[in-house]
């Protein structure tokens, strides 16, 4: 075992984890300008491969990125490493959410921080997009796909069915170049950790798309079916889950605790980040023989620049979002040219954006 890279892989995550604000587009763009431009770990075509692959399976797909590029980087160690150390600082912030939350019966205003850190994404994100498309969109028809891919999703489209038709038209046309659950009203389930743990289980193995996807199976269960949260705790669930840094999956750490109190944090947690580990585990070491197969090639082709095109739409709807007036905007193009022009690291423009968010509004009152 290399314990230099592992340490490397140990304290690159946990910074991540602390500071990788703004959802999963944002911390693949983030991990993207540390490991593909500022650290040389892999090569842009590889971090694009591996884009593709966690789009093809379930559950949240930065922190298996996390967990990709630590088994890359570190070996099995560092498959288990990266994705702790991702998870483990958002969990610990969510986890005071939650505990103020139950205390106080509402969440701590963080707004006015998010309205600096948000502008700041999307120039970061911006970026990432701009280097991953020059390399996975390698001719006129992978161009063509990725803007085909783009307006299906934007119109709405399943995410899977984007991705699985971009990989198989490149495969057909030989251009590689290298239900919700079901809902019964009113049943209630007594609570219980093990049934905790394995409903969140299930949740990790067949969530497919954002947080939003997320919210609805949540609604269908712990809400409608079981009875175990109101409308109200789990919208506020998913907000604490959009707040914190880090996977917006620790939205089960929340709501764990607020059933069942640490225990029930430590359940859910682990029981909806669990799968992850296991699905990169077993087609982490596949991804490389999948490039060498022509065929297989091509279709990871297709996957990444449809993969690249979702980041686009919903990087589009994350713009409209956060750039809502002139200092918002300014903030958006200051960042980027710091990216661009001076290569300052993204978590220090992160942070500069959320102490930014806070200050401006006390010093400047409207």
Not at 192 to 201: H, P, Y
Not at 302 to 330: F, P
Request: proline letters at 5%.
């Amino acid at each position: 075992m290399n314990r230099s890279a592992l340490k490397e892989v140990i304290l690159y995550f946990l910074r991540l984890g602390f500071t990788a604000f703004g959802g999963p587009a944002a911390h693949i763009a983030m991990m993207e300008e540390e490991v593909v431009r500022r650290r040389r770990w892999m090569s842009r075509d590889d971090f694009l491969d591996l884009i593709g692959a966690t789009n093809l399976i379930p559950g949240p797909n930065s922190t298996e990125m996390a967990i990709h590029i630590g088994y890359l980087r570190a070996g099995w160690p560092g498959l288990i490493a990266a994705g702790v150390c991702f998870i483990v600082p958002a969990a610990a912030v969510t986890l005071v959410f939650a505990e103020a939350y139950r205390r106080y019966g509402a969440l701590p205003q963080a707004q006015d921080a998010l309205y600096g850190i948000k502008p700041v994404i999307i120039a970061v994100v911006g970026q990432a997009l701009w280097g991953l498309t020059r390399s996975a969109v390698k001719s006129r028809f992978l161009a063509a796909l990725t803007l085909a891919a783009a307006a299906a999703s934007w119109f709405g489209v399943n995410e899977l069915l984007v991705l699985l038709g971009g990989g198989l038209l490149v495969v057909v046309a030989g251009k590689s170049l290298t239900r919700t659950p079901g809902v019964r009203l009113g049943v209630v389930e007594p609570f219980g950790l093990a049934v905790l743990f394995l409903f969140f289980v299930k949740v990790g193995s067949v969530l497919y798309g954002s947080g939003y996807v997320l919210l609805a199976f949540l609604q269908a269960t712990l809400v409608e079916r079981w009875g175990w949260l109101t409308q109200t705790q789990l919208l506020d669930a998913v907000a604490a889950g959009q707040m914190t840094p880090g996977p917006v999956f620790t939205t089960a750490t929340f709501v764990g605790y607020l059933v069942g109190g640490l225990p029930g944090a430590a359940a859910a947690t682990v029981g909806i980040f669990l799968p992850s580990f296991v699905f990169v585990a077993l087609s982490g070491p596949l991804i490389p023989r999948l490039r060498r197969s022509p065929a297989a090639g091509a279709f990871l082709d297709g996957v990444n620049a449809a993969s690249l095109a979702l980041m686009a739409v919903v990087t589009l709807a994350l713009a409209r979002s956060a750039i809502v007036d002139w200092t918002t905007a300014l903030l958006a193009a200051a960042a980027a040219w710091l990216l661009i022009a001076r290569r300052v690291n993204s978590a220090w423009l992160v942070i500069g954006g959320g102490v930014l968010g806070y200050a401006l509004p006390r010093l400047f009152p409207s």
